[in-house]
């Protein structure tokens, strides 16, 4: 008997390679003759999935995303009858990581201090945010959500959760949902966005949220750029210069640079280019790929994968 045809569009690890040797025949997109593989295809592993090859898998049954969100994914043209999983946890400890990395750049003032002391001045004329005894307000708790809450509770932190059905079985000292956001959102002194970008959290944190934001706060966005509507960030930092801003997410790329260069004018913003995950780290992007590929090969063998998508959460 034939095995199924799995698809990837990305260049696998050997080990990954030979756990979906096992139970199918791997190809990749770049392949020639890639048009006489697609009608064949059983699963994909991508991140985003072009229309056109979509529509000639006609016997496509299971889409896996490498990363951990799939809001890029063509939702309007997945059938009901295609299992779509994502990839959570797969790089929770290195985003969660990072997320850390910008909140302690901000709070001990080293986008000030370093180009500073390497100019030669080391005055001491910044002000450091100290984190023991606050409040860390995590919106979103799955697995980077969690990890980071684990650090704040480390530090002394307070900790807050917001999650979509306002339950959760982390233990933190309040857990509420949407309707509590803005609760949380005034109580933090720093805001952790970290939740995936469904149409339930697409512009949730809007202007007149940033506002309810306390003096000298610290917002870090982990999860998906679109979850802060961003014109509503830009005239939130126009009216506090001052406001304590850091991203790894951004909202769009133009010539392989994020369009929202006029963020760096701004006193304390911190930005790094989506390197909190697979794209700083090749040991990062090698557990993506396992994990993804172990996904795969369980479904193939006709067990339950891991981290099946809700599509109503994408589409009505």
């Not at 299992?83 to 001990?108: F, P, Q």
């Not at 480390?154 to 979509?164: L, Y």
């Not at 309707?179 to 959290?201: C, G, Y």
């Not at 369009?259 to 006193?267: A, D, H, M, Q, V």
Request: net charge neutral.
């Amino acid at each position: 008997m034939s095995k199924p045809y799995v698809l990837s569009y990305f260049q696998l690890d050997p080990v990954s390679e030979a756990i979906l040797g096992e139970v199918a025949e791997l190809y990749y997109s770049g392949i020639e003759r890639l048009e006489d593989i697609l009608p064949l295809v059983s699963a994909v592993i991508c991140i985003d999935l072009p229309l056109d090859h979509l529509a000639r898998m006609k016997g496509l049954k299971m889409i896996q995303s490498l990363s951990a969100g799939v809001d890029t994914l063509p939702w309007s043209h997945i059938g009901e009858d295609i299992t779509v999983c994502g990839n959570m946890g797969s790089n929770a400890e290195s985003v969660a990581e990072h997320t850390w990395a910008l909140i302690l750049a901000l709070a001990r003032r080293l986008h000030h201090y370093l180009p500073q002391v390497k100019a030669g001045d080391f005055r001491r004329n910044h002000e450091n945010i100290i984190l023991s005894g606050k409040t860390l307000g995590v919106i979103g708790l799955g697995s980077i959500g969690r990890r980071v809450a684990d650090v704040g509770k480390a530090f002394g932190m307070r900790v807050m959760g917001v999650t979509r059905s306002g339950r959760s079985d982390y233990p933190c000292d309040f857990v509420g949902g949407e309707k509590d956001l803005e609760h949380v959102l005034r109580e933090s002194d720093v805001v952790v966005v970290a939740t995936p970008l469904t149409k339930w959290t697409r512009g949730m944190i809007n202007l007149e949220r940033l506002r309810m934001l306390k003096p000298g706060s610290i917002l870090v966005n982990v999860g998906r750029a679109e979850v802060i509507v961003r014109e509503h960030l830009m005239a939130y930092l126009s009216e506090k210069p001052e406001a304590n801003i850091a991203t790894d997410v951004w909202w769009s790329m133009e010539g392989g640079q994020p369009s929202e260069k006029e963020l760096i004018r701004f006193t304390n913003f911190v930005g790094t280019p989506w390197v909190a995950g697979a794209f700083g780290s090749k040991e990062v992007f090698t557990r993506m790929c396992r994990m993804a590929a172990e996904n795969v090969a369980r479904f193939l063998r006709g067990e339950k994968p891991h981290n099946i998508i809700d599509r109503s959460d994408y589409i009505s």
